[in-house]
């Protein structure tokens, strides 16, 4: 059976919205009340589940279309099944996730640390790494193999100097600049800056009293 999807019912201040961007592509199997897509307003960003689970096999309004309120922008194949590469494509990060997580656990070093530690014979366990959530990193072992024992951990009150390298503008060359749309939110904004300058007086009085 054939299921729309469709535009949530906008308030009644906002007559349009733009389709900001697809989580799906056409022929992609979705899951009942999965985000398909995002709708932003002049206001917020609203997030368009998914009504039933199937195979989204048509999109009728692609990124950055104009829509209304109830208007139809996807149509979902409930009886369709996925197809069989979809199905082990998201398998296999779900299975490749959990050795990595358990080796994080274990040896809470890098891999790169890992084999120079094993050409060093330095033992990563016993190494206070200096790296995200304490993992050891390569400059630690090679801080090791130096010393011939732990990293040293440096003093709390200890401060350290570091002299930055110095930068030729004349190499960095002209910026790139690239021109995006502005959201539904700022051209708002901008819509509503324009009007209070039209409209209201922007000056500064001084009322002097002598009594």
Same mark, same amino acid.
């Given at each position: 059976?054939?299921?729309?999807?469709?535009?949530?019912?906008?308030?009644?201040?906002?007559?349009?919205?733009?389709?900001?961007?697809?989580?799906?592509?056409?022929?992609?199997?979705?899951?009942?009340?999965?985000?398909?897509?995002?709708?932003?307003?002049?206001?917020?960003?609203?997030?368009?589940?998914?009504?039933?689970?199937?195979?989204?096999?048509k999109?009728?309004?692609?990124?950055?279309?104009t829509?209304?309120?109830?208007?139809?922008?996807?149509?979902?194949?409930?009886?369709?099944?996925? $197809? @069989?590469?979809?199905?082990?494509?998201?398998? %296999? &990060?779900? !299975?490749? *996730?959990a050795?990595? /997580?358990?080796?994080?656990?274990?040896?809470?070093?890098?891999?790169?640390?890992?084999?120079?530690a094993?050409?060093?014979?330095?033992?990563?366990?016993?190494?206070?790494?200096?790296?995200?959530g304490?993992?050891?990193?390569?400059?630690?072992?090679?801080? $090791? @193999?130096?010393?011939?024992?732990?990293?040293? %951990? &440096?003093? !709390?009150? *200890?401060?350290s100097? /570091?002299?930055?390298?110095?930068?030729?503008?004349?190499?960095?060359?002209?910026?790139?600049?690239q021109?995006v749309?502005m959201?539904?939110?700022r051209?708002?904004?901008?819509?509503?800056?324009?009007?209070?300058?039209?409209?209201?007086?922007?000056?500064?009085?001084?009322?002097?009293v002598?009594?």
């Amino acid at each position: 059976m054939l299921v729309e999807v469709k535009v949530p019912q906008l308030s009644e201040s906002v007559a349009e919205a733009t389709l900001v961007s697809w989580h799906k592509k056409a022929g992609e199997y979705v899951k009942r009340d999965e985000n398909l897509v995002d709708i932003e307003t002049d206001k917020v960003v609203l997030e368009t589940p998914a009504p039933q689970a199937g195979v989204l096999v048509k999109i009728v309004k692609t990124d950055g279309s104009t829509v209304t309120s109830n208007e139809i922008i996807a149509t979902i194949d409930t009886e369709a099944k996925p $197809a @069989a590469g979809n199905a082990e494509a998201a398998a %296999v &990060p779900v !299975a490749a *996730a959990a050795p990595a /997580r358990a080796a994080v656990a274990g040896v809470p070093a890098m891999p790169a640390a890992q084999k120079l530690a094993a050409e060093k014979n330095i033992d990563t366990a016993s190494l206070s790494g200096s790296g995200r959530g304490g993992r050891v990193t390569k400059g630690d072992v090679l801080q $090791a @193999a130096q010393g011939g024992g732990k990293t040293p %951990v &440096p003093a !709390a009150g *200890a401060a350290s100097t /570091r002299v930055m390298p110095t930068v030729d503008l004349g190499d960095l060359g002209e910026r790139p600049a690239q021109r995006v749309p502005m959201s539904r939110l700022r051209a708002r904004i901008a819509e509503r800056l324009v009007q209070s300058q039209s409209t209201a007086a922007i000056l500064t009085t001084f009322n002097e009293v002598n009594m």
